[in-house]
DNA sequence: TGGCTCCTCCAATACTCTTTGGAATATCGT
DNA sequence: ACGATATTCCAAAGAGTATTGGAGGAGCCA
């Protein structure tokens, strides 16, 4: 093996995690796995994939180190294999949204106009967290919220909010969390609470910017 | 277009970006564009591929906003489109050799003990560089020395080393630098620099890690 | 204009990846 | 051991990608 055909394989293994963040498929999988860990069926039903695939996108992001499992009687449980994968699979949806029109038009055709929320940095809500100034809304569905959520956060999965309005106190700042920087359930959260006169702001990054930002996070007691 | 219409939609956004981080050769491309922006031909050269191939590769990089390019006469040269790709680059590598065994293994074939040879770290460098006690030596082909490098270093490329070691003073340390955290340059240089009785390192992170840090850099005067 | 060089485009081939449905496997509870 | 459930494995079809050689286009220089 010459030199040329040894650094071809280095090239080689460098790519293997890129091919791992090129599909739309694995990439949802990663930020669905980066609220916790969850089982195959479960990621395949939040991402409405069919089990198989789920399976085999699964496998793809372990051969690259991306996702690790643990079997937990009849099921597996995966997770993301460390931070820096969240970081990782971050910097390539920023980018693409800060560098490609096109995605940037994909974000604003999902999200909305995200930025005329004025979307609350972490460390602006961690020092008001502190304040105990703000209601803070974890608008994820449930089981994410028991995987883990910002100290003191209150859970109303986003598909409940408009129901539950009048439990929400009159008066108080509002900041609303969910998946990410491109999840769209805290932007449609605080435009709900907007129109009734809530004064609401999305959390920027949701709970994994929070997690990455070195931040504390709560874990429901295990049952 | 439905909700769900609408997240696929944006996750195949993202996904380009991705795509465009999965073959061996269009990173290889990019480590080469970090030196310095180069013309398809040059380019094609250097990392042995065909031109009309290498012309596609770029347009693929070119499509996820990697690179861009400019016409000056009859050539087209390429450049990295900013200095955050050079950072999603590099930690795409870094992940892989920090989390697969088999790149990890690659990396040690093509490159040798790295960590053996103690890598000097940039700011290190940077420190001992005011202090006038070091000899930086660029190991990189000349015309990528022209493009941009460490002030006060001194260009020898990698293969006119051995013939150029009389001109080398006796006694001083000695700082290697080339293309990256995963070029042969400087680690071979290093070896043979100590082989015959100077004590040489490398430098962590070649040129593209010293721009990342915000060091600065001297672009020779153009012609 | 003609000839030269550099690059892009095109068409064809050979791969590789994605996705699906169904069969096979593993574990649990009875 | 058996049935139920969750996951993986497998085969096949379809889509997409890599690579090549050669034709075409664009700019330079005489």
Chains 1, 2 share one sequence.
């Not at 969240?86 to 974000?107: I, M, S």
């Not at 106009?113 to 809500?125: N, R, Y």
């Not at 995987?147 to 859970?155: L, M, T, W």
Request: charged share 25%.
């Amino acid at each position: 093996m010459d030199e040329h055909a040894r650094k071809m394989a280095l090239y080689g293994q460098f790519a293997r995690v890129g091919k791992a963040l090129a599909s739309p498929a694995r990439l949802e999988l990663l930020d669905l796995l980066a609220q916790g860990e969850r089982s195959v069926e479960d990621l395949a039903a939040a991402a409405r994939m069919k089990t198989s695939n789920t399976s085999a996108q699964l496998h793809t992001l372990a051969a690259a180190g991306l996702v690790a499992s643990r079997r937990d009687g009849v099921r597996i449980y995966y997770r993301i294999a460390g931070h820096e994968v969240t970081a990782l699979a971050g910097r390539v949806q920023d980018f693409a949204a800060a560098r490609l029109a096109e995605a940037e038009r994909a974000a604003r055709g999902y999200l909305g106009d995200v930025a005329a929320l004025e979307p609350v940095g972490q460390d602006e809500l961690f020092r008001r967290l502190g304040e105990g100034q703000v209601l803070v809304l974890d608008v994820r569905p449930e089981a994410e919220y028991a995987a883990g959520h910002i100290p003191g956060a209150v859970s109303v999965p986003h598909d409940q909010l408009a129901a539950r309005l009048a439990e929400l106190p009159d008066g108080t700042d509002i900041v609303a969390y969910c998946r990410g920087r491109y999840c769209v359930f805290a932007p449609d959260a605080v435009r709900l609470l907007r129109a009734h006169g809530f004064p609401a702001r999305p959390l920027d990054g949701g709970l994994p910017g929070w997690r990455l930002a070195g931040l504390p996070v709560t874990v429901a007691a295990s049952a």
